[in-house]
């Protein structure tokens, strides 16, 4: 499919919406080098993007993974016996010391429970210590056997990494991926500790927002500059289903499998970073390409990725 059909096709559905009055912030595609096209409804500024952070956060560990600073099978627990007492380690729940580092990626910790999401942290859930909090918890599951989608796994794997490098998260993410993307130095929440919530709430516009996907498309090198961000491997990891998710609609976007911090999407061969409200990046590797969206908070943004966008813009792309 050349530039000028998929043009139309996203004139097309910026039409719609705009007629329809849905609630889309923005909306933009793009190979792997540049926008094709991008639309706006409201002002292009950067904005929460929500749990899409998971996917930099994921990527930033495959770097340090490439790197042989870390392995998917390195132990939580051995990140955190330094930050703990003796008398707290052996508080710890002993299923604890199973989990892995591929469990938290693939949202298998076992905790069993969606912890430390946004509404809640708003609450004050884990303060004044995030890590603390977590490792007082139950494990109700065994490691590895069920997905249970929660932020908290996330945070933990970001965690796991600033142990194994030395650097926190959010300096660890600019030197190998914020600044050679040209992203600048993003807002991002933080605990009261002063760690990066690796789980989500990044600000950025959507074309700042989609480059991470852009060089996933391009197995792992950023085109317009040719700099390698992570490895090949890692791209084809991370963005293949590890786990299964809980059945429903073929074509819903929430049963089609899990990677490493990346949703299976219900295209050929495809995947997405996703967060809350509507802020989504979705590759297509058949086309060679990545649509991004950029809803507002509030009531419709559901409807509007899971059908318009999907019927009057992924599947014709597809097709």
């Known amino acids: 499919m050349g530039d000028r059909s998929v043009k139309s096709l996203f004139d097309d559905f910026v039409q719609y919406a705009s007629e329809h009055g849905l609630p889309i912030e923005a909306l933009a595609i793009g190979d792997e080098s540049h926008v094709i096209a991008e639309h706006h409804w409201v002002a292009d500024r950067p904005r929460s993007i929500y749990s899409h952070t998971k996917s930099y956060t994921s990527t930033a560990i495959g770097i340090a993974i490439d790197n042989g600073l870390m392995s998917l099978d390195d132990l939580l627990i051995d990140t955190v016996a330094d930050e703990l007492s003796v008398t707290e380690l052996n508080q710890l729940d002993q299923r604890i010391q199973q989990i892995t580092l591929r469990d938290l990626l693939v949202m298998s910790s076992g905790f069993g429970g969606a912890f430390l999401m946004i509404n809640e942290r708003r609450k004050g859930e884990g303060c004044p210590d995030f890590l603390r909090y977590m490792l007082a918890k139950p494990v109700t599951a065994t490691p590895g056997a069920h997905f249970c989608y929660s932020s908290a796994d996330t945070y933990l794997a970001g965690r796991m990494l ?3 490098t030395g650097e926190r998260l959010g300096e660890y993410l600019w030197q190998h991926v914020f600044n050679p ?12 500790k002063g760690h990066a919530m690796g789980g989500s709430s990044i600000e950025m516009t959507i074309t700042s927002m989609m480059k991470i996907a852009q060089v996933f498309l391009n197995e792992g090198v ?3 500059t040719g700099q390698r961000i992570v490895s090949a491997d890692w791209v084809k990891q991370a963005s293949s289903k590890q786990i299964d998710t809980p059945t429903g609609h073929h074509d819903d976007g929430w049963s089609c499998g899990y990677g490493y911090q990346w949703w299976m999407s219900p295209y050929p061969k495809s995947y997405r970073a996703d967060g809350a409200f509507g802020q989504i990046s979705t590759v297509l590797p058949e086309q060679g390409l990545v649509v991004a969206i950029q809803c507002p908070e509030g009531d419709g943004w559901e409807r509007v990725v899971r059908h318009e966008l999907h019927e009057r813009l992924l599947t014709p792309l597809t097709a």
């Open 162 to 164: 600033e142990h194994a």
């Open 222 to 224: 950023w085109a317009p």
């Open 181 to 192: 993307l040209g992203q600048g130095w993003p807002i991002w929440e933080h605990d009261p």
